[in-house]
Structures are given as structure tokens and as C-alpha cells.
């Protein structure tokens, strides 16, 4: 149960688009197409943007995006708005009942 | 609408026990698993541990696995944490959040948190 691996930040000035990439193995982010991404603003609760590799919740914009390849999924922000500036966070199921999640990556729009 | 309020944190010596709640309302509890999620301060998420709807499997980090139990009451839509021999390690913001319908550890809704801080 190792966590995922992301880059510790990113960032973009607004208008721009930037991707946050998630790695793991094929224990997890390999196998299952069950990967999540949360945005979470300083001070404030995980808020889920993504689920299923690309799917959207009702009311996230469609500049968040999702997708995966191999062992390695990939959350892209398009059109950067400065209250995109937040910690993103990737998780997946890894079997056996089990989750995981990536450390973190911190957004910034210039 | 859809709240997860956690309460019973605290400031707790080592080596002591502690069970956080987790009261749930705005939808059918007994329809959804739960999940708690800690986030030590400065740090990322970490998934603890999981419960199914109606309470008959659960699901534990290595991390956690056999001082961490959860369980729930559907009678109260409530859901339970008992952490024990509680470890330095244990200082985090503990979040319970509800699974997805449809995709078991896709957390849809997230409580604000609460504080758990192990020290003597």
C-alpha cells in the first residue's frame, strides 16, 4: 500500500492549462479505472473532482479534466482561474478492499 | 443537503484510547459506505479505513490495521472510529466522507474534520 506518486507542485498563469500526473503501479492505478482527484482549498475539507479516471460531479467546470495511461493517471486544468490555486490530490483503489493516496500537489497560478 | 459532522477529538496522552463519531443526515445512510481519511498537520491524505452500508465488512489500512476499528449504527446514522494505543504518529485532522454509489472509493462528500492530537 505505497502511495501514489505526484509531483510535489505545479503551476500556470491564468488562462493557461497545466497537468498534474499520478503514478502508481499496476496494483492500483494499473489495474482499476477507479481513480479519484480531490482539490482542497487551505483550511478546508477534500472536495472530489474527478471519479472513474474522467468523470466529473455535477457542478465541477469541465476545465477539469481526467485521464490514464498505463500505470499513471493524469489530471489536467484548463483555462487556469486564480481560484484553481489549492492542493490536488489523486487516489485509487488498490485491491483487496484497499485505497491509496498520491502526497500531494500543490497548484499555483501565477 | 448532504453533512458528515465528526466530533470527539481531542488532546490525548499516549498509549490512551479514543473513539471519534461521525453523524450523518441529507441522505440514506444505510445506503452508503463510509470511509475515514486523516491528514496529519502539513501533510497529505492518507485513507484509514472503510465500512460497507450495512455494517458487516470493513476494510483497514496496514497502517492502522488491529488498533483502528470502525463500525457504524444505522439506527442513528452514525459512524464510529475507535482508535487505540494511540502513537504520536496518530496527530492528524480525521475525515469521515462518504463512498460513491456507484464507485466504492470514490468519496463524494467530505465532514470539515476532526482534530485528533496525541501527546503526553
Known amino acids: 500500500q505505497s502511495a501514489l506518486t505526484q509531483p510535489p507542485s505545479a503551476s500556470g498563469s491564468p488562462g493557461q492549462s497545466v497537468a498534474i500526473s499520478c503514478t502508481g503501479t499496476s496494483s492500483d492505478v494499473g489495474t482499476y479505472d477507479y481513480v479519484s482527484w480531490y482539490q482542497q482549498h487551505p483550511g478546508k475539507a477534500p472536495k472530489l473532482i474527478i471519479y472513474e479516471v474522467n468523470k466529473r460531479p455535477s457542478g465541477v467546470p469541465d476545465r477539469f479534466s481526467g485521464s490514464k495511461s498505463g500505470n499513471t493517471a493524469s489530471l489536467t486544468v484548463s483555462g487556469l482561474q486564480s481560484e484553481d490555486e489549492a492542493d490536488y490530490y489523486c487516489?485509487?483503489?488498490?485491491?483487496?478492499?484497499?485505497?491509496?493516496f498520491g502526497g500531494g500537489t500543490r497548484l499555483t497560478v501565477l | 443537503q448532504v453533512q458528515l459532522v465528526e466530533s470527539g477529538g481531542g488532546v490525548v496522552q499516549p498509549g490512551r484510547s479514543l473513539r471519534l463519531s461521525c453523524a450523518a443526515s441529507?441522505?440514506?445512510?444505510?445506503?452508503?459506505?463510509i470511509h475515514w481519511v486523516r491528514q496529519a498537520p502539513g501533510k497529505g491524505l492518507e485513507w484509514v479505513a472503510a465500512?460497507?452500508?450495512?455494517?458487516?465488512?470493513?476494510s483497514y489500512a496496514d497502517s492502522v490495521r488491529g488498533r483502528f476499528t470502525v463500525s457504524r449504527d444505522n439506527s442513528k446514522d452514525t459512524l464510529y472510529l475507535q482508535i487505540n494505543s494511540l502513537r504520536a504518529e496518530d496527530t492528524a485532522l480525521y475525515y469521515c466522507?462518504?463512498?460513491?454509489?456507484?464507485?466504492?472509493?470514490?468519496?463524494?462528500?467530505w465532514g470539515q474534520g476532526i482534530l485528533i492530537i496525541v501527546s503526553s
Open positions: 465500512i460497507w452500508n450495512d455494517g458487516n465488512k470493513e
Open positions: 441529507g441522505f440514506t445512510f444505510s445506503d452508503y459506505g
Open positions: 466522507a462518504r463512498g460513491h454509489s456507484t464507485s466504492w472509493h470514490t468519496l463524494d462528500y
Open positions: 487516489s485509487s483503489y488498490a485491491g483487496s478492499d484497499l485505497g491509496v
